[in-house]
């Protein structure tokens, strides 16, 4: 279609058929005709004008505060000093104008959708738009964009963001496909996922006692392990996901964590009548308030937990396990167990001594 060639006045473009197919609630000239010019029309051309996936303007170009905007029957193009021209369309166009447009928090679009791999993103001055057939449209900004950018963006293992970040009580929270993202001034940003995602989630995700990760997942091992602001998340294969907290949890540090002779926690700290019990691939710690937290072993757990446990006479362990001379002994409230390579385990409560058959233990080394 030609354009007319009038020297010193923007080119008109004659559309004697846009009255068909425009936006019905959109300006209309009473001939029918929309202009374009200067940087606007430069990118309109080069996205194949007309004939384009654009199709044709539906209005004039609307100038404030700086910012030029021009609608398109298939999308809408905005142009500043600062960012130059740019066109969104489809769902980005529908989700960016719900956030406000370049009013919005997201300002102006700095550069043009590009697709790759069934994924379309757009930069915007303070955020990133991305779609996807499987997820829709979603936007991510601040902190939570520089760590998902941190961690690989959509090529990386969170995958897509699959809904809108979500404020309050001071956390922000985002979901991807394989992973959560969370924000708060006290913790800045951290992504969780996987196994200690969802036990996460179980235990009240920032809700719950655990608050807000602190930091990210770190693998070394085998082992994957997850800090928040009042516990701690491990898995392995072997193990499993859990937590530890409170004074269970800075005793288990103190004992060398993971890496120390307790190993991996394999459950969960269970409370009952005042006592909390967690178990760990090689012993249990046990706490009250009266007692504090300690950990029983070897030989002398297993003894413990076969025939007395602590609702027993002898009550808690109330400190480590003291090893002198080839014998190992831990005091409880009301006795103590000692064990040696040529008697076992042996019961001592309150001055009497008992090794009966279903005391004994096997002879074997206290932290066997």
Same mark, same amino acid.
């Given at each position: 279609m030609a354009a007319e060639g009038v020297p010193g006045v923007p080119e008109r473009l004659q559309l004697p058929s846009?009255?068909?197919?425009?936006?019905?609630?959109a300006p209309e000239r009473?001939?029918?005709?929309?202009?374009?010019?200067?940087?606007?029309?430069?990118?309109?051309?080069?996205?194949?004008?007309?004939?384009?996936?654009?199709?044709f303007p539906i209005g004039d170009e609307v100038r404030a505060g700086g910012v030029s905007r021009q609608e398109f029957q298939n999308g809408t193009a905005y142009w500043s000093a600062a960012t130059g021209p740019s066109v969104i369309n489809g769902a980005i166009r529908s989700l960016y104008n719900s956030e406000g447009g370049p009013s919005g928090y997201l300002g102006l679009p700095v550069g043009p959708e590009v697709r790759a791999g069934?994924?379309?993103?757009?930069?915007?001055?303070?955020?990133?738009?991305?779609? $996807?057939?499987?997820?829709?449209?979603?936007?991510?900004?601040?902190?939570?964009? $520089?760590?998902?950018?941190s961690e690989g963006g959509p090529s990386g293992y969170l995958g897509l963001p699959v809904g809108p970040e979500v404020r309050a009580?001071?956390?922000?929270?985002?979901?991807?496909q394989n992973g959560t993202a969370y924000w708060s001034a006290a913790t800045g940003p951290s992504v969780i996922n996987g196994a200690i995602r969802s036990l996460y989630n179980s235990e009240g995700g920032p809700s719950g006692y655990l608050g807000l990760p602190v930091g990210p997942e770190v693998r070394a091992g085998g082992v994957s392990r997850q800090e928040f602001?009042?516990?701690?998340?491990?898995?392995?294969a072997a193990t499993g996901p859990s937590v530890i907290n409170g004074a269970i949890r800075s005793l288990y540090n103190s004992e060398g964590g993971p890496s120390g002779y307790l190993g991996l926690p394999v459950g969960p700290e269970v409370r009952a009548g005042g006592v909390s019990r967690q178990e760990f691939q090689n012993g249990t710690a046990y706490w009250s308030a009266p007692t504090g937290a300690a950990l029983i072993n070897g030989a002398i757990r297993a003894?413990?937990?076969?025939?007395?446990?602590?609702?027993?006479?002898?009550?808690l362990p109330i400190g480590p396990e003291v090893r002198s001379n080839g014998s190992a002994t831990q005091r409880f409230e009301h006795g103590t167990m000692t064990w040696t390579a040529k008697t076992g385990v042996t019961v001592t409560l309150q001055a009497t001594t008992r090794t009966p058959a279903a005391v004994q233990s096997p002879t074997t080394s206290p932290a066997s």
């Amino acid at each position: 279609m030609a354009a007319e060639g009038v020297p010193g006045v923007p080119e008109r473009l004659q559309l004697p058929s846009v009255r068909e197919q425009r936006d019905p609630v959109a300006p209309e000239r009473r001939d029918g005709t929309a202009f374009i010019n200067g940087a606007i029309r430069s990118l309109y051309g080069s996205e194949g004008g007309p004939s384009g996936y654009l199709g044709f303007p539906i209005g004039d170009e609307v100038r404030a505060g700086g910012v030029s905007r021009q609608e398109f029957q298939n999308g809408t193009a905005y142009w500043s000093a600062a960012t130059g021209p740019s066109v969104i369309n489809g769902a980005i166009r529908s989700l960016y104008n719900s956030e406000g447009g370049p009013s919005g928090y997201l300002g102006l679009p700095v550069g043009p959708e590009v697709r790759a791999g069934g994924v379309s993103r757009q930069e915007f001055q303070n955020g990133t738009a991305y779609w $996807s057939a499987a997820t829709g449209p979603s936007v991510i900004n601040g902190a939570i964009r $520089s760590l998902y950018n941190s961690e690989g963006g959509p090529s990386g293992y969170l995958g897509l963001p699959v809904g809108p970040e979500v404020r309050a009580g001071g956390v922000s929270r985002q979901e991807f496909q394989n992973g959560t993202a969370y924000w708060s001034a006290a913790t800045g940003p951290s992504v969780i996922n996987g196994a200690i995602r969802s036990l996460y989630n179980s235990e009240g995700g920032p809700s719950g006692y655990l608050g807000l990760p602190v930091g990210p997942e770190v693998r070394a091992g085998g082992v994957s392990r997850q800090e928040f602001q009042n516990g701690t998340a491990y898995w392995s294969a072997a193990t499993g996901p859990s937590v530890i907290n409170g004074a269970i949890r800075s005793l288990y540090n103190s004992e060398g964590g993971p890496s120390g002779y307790l190993g991996l926690p394999v459950g969960p700290e269970v409370r009952a009548g005042g006592v909390s019990r967690q178990e760990f691939q090689n012993g249990t710690a046990y706490w009250s308030a009266p007692t504090g937290a300690a950990l029983i072993n070897g030989a002398i757990r297993a003894t413990y937990q076969a025939n007395w446990g602590p609702s027993s006479a002898l009550g808690l362990p109330i400190g480590p396990e003291v090893r002198s001379n080839g014998s190992a002994t831990q005091r409880f409230e009301h006795g103590t167990m000692t064990w040696t390579a040529k008697t076992g385990v042996t019961v001592t409560l309150q001055a009497t001594t008992r090794t009966p058959a279903a005391v004994q233990s096997p002879t074997t080394s206290p932290a066997s």
